[in-house]
């Protein structure tokens, strides 16, 4: 199970709805999580990143992406300057019955997918329920009772 955790995504949401101005709500590395089979994976937008300022940590259940993405330099002043720029860093809290030992982080395309894999005791299995022809149970009390019921 994973869970998103930004602490300061309450603060830009009341910005957003105090501030006059109109510039475009930034949000810095948009994340889509999804289950395939016995793996979670986690895919962020990360378009203009350098790979080397991408750095993915893991610290008891918290998973941390962090990047950065710069300003190309221009002579000249902006007319418009919509795109994000900056340090950006995302958490993700992880559950137990994930294998942080075995993930796998890829960047292609502009695109950080991490992997994540389920750990084994964790997987669903199917456990077979024994029985035998000899055993039956008796109502309302234990199979292994042997005292008799009164009778009237």
Do not use: C, W
């Not at 709500?25 to 999580?33: E, F, Q, R």
């Not at 300022?53 to 941390?64: H, K, M």
């Not at 084994?120 to 309302?140: D, F, L, N, Q």
């Amino acid at each position: 199970m994973l869970l998103n955790y930004d602490p300061f995504d309450t603060f830009r949401a009341l910005d957003r709805l105090t501030s006059g101005s109109r510039q475009q709500a930034v949000s810095g590395m948009p994340m889509d999580v999804y289950r395939a089979g016995d793996h979670f994976v986690a895919s962020f937008d990360l378009p203009g990143v350098d790979p080397g300022s991408i750095d993915v940590s893991v610290e008891g259940n918290a998973l941390t992406v962090t990047a950065a993405r710069t300003a190309p330099s221009s002579e000249g002043d902006y007319l418009v300057a919509e795109r994000p720029r900056g340090r950006y860093s995302r958490q993700l809290m992880l559950g137990r019955d994930l294998d942080t030992e075995r993930l796998h982080a890829s960047y292609t395309d502009g695109v950080l997918t991490l992997t994540i894999p389920v750990v084994e005791k964790a997987k669903p299995r199917r456990i077979e329920v024994e029985h035998s022809a000899g055993t039956h149970s008796i109502e309302g009390g234990h199979p292994h009772d042997t005292e008799e019921a009164p009778t009237s």
